[in-house]
T-cell receptor, first 115, second 112 residues
């Protein structure tokens, strides 16, 4: 397996502020990390693919200027929700792919609440 | 566009029962299928990964099968325990891509 951590696990912020979420690979170097979000009673939806040293690839409908992704090292990717609004309240989860079987390992998630 | 459906949405069984969770997908051009477990407010734990060329995978009391041609997978849990209570997610990997498409999950409750 692989050990993935996220920080913070829970955050509450006011509307209009920005929030940064960190995703760390603790036991190996990950070239590619993924960011998902999960709304209540909905499926996990892929937001973007984060590649170390290059720009992230965003899924259709995800605003790249609102959800800033930085993958500055092989063990850290960050997601910044800029000018957060209540509709951004969700559960954000990162994952990484470790081997050629395309198996993904997920972090524990971050619960974002925007008031 | 791939769509993944999980039935039932919720399931409650008494401890000790065997049970089956179902997952169906619309596009059979998949690379693999993964079953995950998610505890409330937590991340995902990978349970089983089945490659498209495989028919089933087993881990302990869990057995997952894959019928790619019919677009179906099942997760069989033997001798269920209260600790198995969680939401079980099925995710399909697209060929040539890391992208996973998830179902909405089946919420399992095992009653002591």
């Amino acid at each position: 397996g692989a050990v993935v951590s996220q920080h913070p696990s829970r955050v509450i912020c006011k509307s209009g502020t920005s929030v940064k979420i960190e995703c760390r690979s603790l036991d190996f170097q990950a070239t590619t990390m993924f960011w998902y979000r999960q709304f209540p009673k909905k499926s996990l939806m892929l937001m973007a693919t984060s590649n170390e040293g290059s720009k992230a690839t965003y899924e259709q409908g995800v605003e790249k200027d609102k959800f800033l992704i930085n993958h500055a090292s092989l063990t850290l990717s960050t997601l910044t929700v800029t000018s957060a609004h209540p509709e951004d309240s969700s559960f954000y989860i990162c994952s990484l792919e470790k081997d050629s079987a395309y198996e993904q390992y997920f972090g524990p998630g971050t619960r974002l609440t925007v008031t | 566009k791939q769509e993944v459906t999980q039935i039932p949405a919720a399931l409650s069984v008494p401890e000790g029962e065997n049970l089956v969770l179902n997952c169906s997908f619309t596009d059979s051009a998949i690379y693999n299928l993964q079953w995950f477990r998610q505890d409330p407010g937590k991340g995902l734990t990978s349970l089983l990964l089945i490659q498209s060329s495989q028919r089933e995978q087993t881990s302990g009391r869990l057995n997952a099968s894959l019928d790619k041609s019919s677009g179906r997978s099942t997760l069989y849990i033997a001798a269920s325990q209260p600790g198995d209570s969680a939401t079980y997610l099925c995710a399909v990997g697209r060929a040539g891509s890391y992208q996973l498409t998830f179902g909405k999950g089946t919420k399992l409750s095992v009653i002591p």
